[in-house]
């Protein structure tokens, strides 16, 4: 967004939609904890955001009551600030409250789809299937960061869709580097974590930082503390969006195991950073990091693969910083941030003639 506002020259306002969480609930959780003490309004990356609270069902995977809600709050917006352009990031339920509200304003409406939206949350439940081929056909512009995620909503909707990948900044930073590898993301089971942690313990590897956070945090704590005298696990929590990029730069590898992707924007940053990756196949991610050029590539759940791809990497130097150029210069040329703003404003424009 601030690249687009920087490129475009665009006024924006930025709605943020959170779950209302009663405090005395809240406190039990920390990820609720964190929910109910974001403001009313804040600053993020030099934006301001609006918070607006909406009330759902426990569990509920459909969502409809929340996207109801989130429609009616959109629609006043709109009416109060005679908005050009709606855009939603996630096809379900936001693009959908978004497309709809648009439907009833005359606004027309971009939906950035981001993968979970697409691959997973469709199988979930028969509201959630219908709720995102609605947001699909209603929105006027369908926009995916990858080529695989464009053919999947394809396969759930007959219609034309942009593909512009997320883009990242280019490397501000500039530290030495450090014998370790990193993951970067949720600490759940469906990012491959526990693949990562027996890999971990197989390959040569001697310290693994993990940044981000979950519900395996307490296994993985458990399994740090039965490594052998040698290997460390070093859990670094949720960090902020340049200290993030930072320790990613301090690492010799990035290490990304999902068991389903769209295109991971900590595999950007970590190709801009010059930090060779070692991903699953999945997704959009053979897109941008190719196998045996400036990537290594392993099968899902294979622990035993993941461990000799790191250990490839950690051994041949030479290999490790051909990768690292080749990461870099196709980042520099491909996954620009500036670049990507372009083609969005691209986007808008088309839909404003």
Known sequence: MKRL??????????????QYVPKFIARYNPRWQEIESLP???????IKVETREII????????????????SIIRSKIRQNNYNIIHAHFAYPYGLAAAL????????????????????????????QIGVRLALTTSDKVITVSRALSESVKSIVSRSVEVIYNGVDPSVVNVEKLERIIYVGNLIKTKGIRDLITAFKKSNATNLVLVGDGEEREFIETQAKLLPAGKSIVL???????????????SQILILPSYSE???????????????????????????????????????????ELAM??????????????????????AERNLNSVEAAKSILNIYRSLLK
Request: net charge negative; charged share 25%; glycine share 8%.
């Open 101 to 128: 509200a648009g439907k009833d304003c005359g606004v027309p409406v971009v939906i950035t789809c981001h993968g979970s939206d697409i691959n997973t949350l469709p199988k979930r439940t028969i509201d959630a």
């Open 262 to 304: 769209g295109l991971p924007t900590v595999i950007m940053e970590a190709m801009m950073e010059g930090v060779p990756v070692v991903s699953t196949n999945v997704g959009g991610i053979p897109e941008i990091a190719h196998h045996n050029q400036n990537a290594l590539l392993v099968g899902v759940g294979n622990s035993d």
């Open 56 to 71: 759902s069902l426990p569990k509920n995977s459909s969502h409809w009551m929340a996207c109801l809600q989130m429609r």
């Open 40 to 46: 009313h309004e804040y600053i993020f990356d030099g």
């Open 309 to 330: 791809a790191i250990n490839r990497l950690l051994e041949d130097i030479e290999l490790r910083e051909e990768f690292s150029d080749r990461s870099l210069r196709y």
């Open 236 to 250: 670094l929590g949720k960090l902020e969006n340049m200290v993030v990029r930072k320790e990613i730069a301090m």
């Open 5 to 18: 506002i920087e490129v475009g020259e665009i006024t924006n306002d930025v709605l943020f939609f959170k």
